[in-house]
């Protein structure tokens, strides 16, 4: 059985963005609940409890888990699939302005970069990997985002103007990244 699961990023909530509209065109299309994890204290995050609501919501992914993370749920998101053993499979992971690297804007994030991820590992065994990034997005460098991208072999696409794909960006809605989940999903 499909399992789909949103993890939205620092200061956000499962209400902002794309995210409902995202979740009620699965629903709606597919019939596909879609999980979106509500991460403890968006406002002040810390990596372990971040870490450990990934734990308890997802547990050990398969190849009909898919993920679809945003911003710092991205690297949390990272994090999490790297600490598994090396036999867990992931179906599809869609990355949004992700990084693994300090961003000066956001110094109190730090910790959650502050780690070595074993890139060739992560690639292995996750099925399909898609990197989004913008050209303007005023936090993430779009470098950042797509240089994780290339070392995850990830698909890459770049949006242009689209910031940081927030709601007051424009972003309630996503087709972009609707588009990539329909394909990703419809592969199995």
Not at 14 to 28: A, G, I, L, R, Y
Not at 44 to 58: F, G, M, N
Not at 67 to 79: E, F, N, Q, Y
């Amino acid at each position: 059985m499909k399992k789909v699961y949103i993890i939205h990023g620092y200061s956000a909530s499962s209400n902002d963005h794309w995210f409902p509209w995202f979740v009620e065109k699965v629903h709606t299309v597919y019939g596909i609940e879609v999980a979106l994890l509500r991460m403890p204290m968006s406002e002040t995050p810390q990596v372990e409890a971040w870490l450990e609501k990934l734990r308890d919501k997802i547990g050990t992914p398969n190849n009909e888990t898919f993920i679809i993370a945003h911003s710092l749920g991205c690297i949390t998101l990272l994090r999490y699939l790297d600490a598994l053993p090396e036999s867990f499979a992931l179906g599809g992971m869609i990355l949004v302005s992700p990084f693994d690297k300090p961003l000066e804007i956001f110094p109190n994030l730090d910790a959650f970069v502050d780690t070595k991820l074993d890139y060739a590992k992560l690639s292995r065994n996750i099925l399909q990997k898609h990197v989004i990034f913008s050209d303007n997005d005023m936090y993430v460098p779009s470098f950042i985002s797509k240089e994780l991208g290339i070392k995850l072999d990830s698909a890459l696409l770049e949006i242009p103007r689209g910031g940081h794909f927030l709601g007051i960006e424009g972003f309630e809605m996503f087709p972009e990244l609707y588009e990539i989940f329909r394909q990703m999903i419809t592969k199995y």
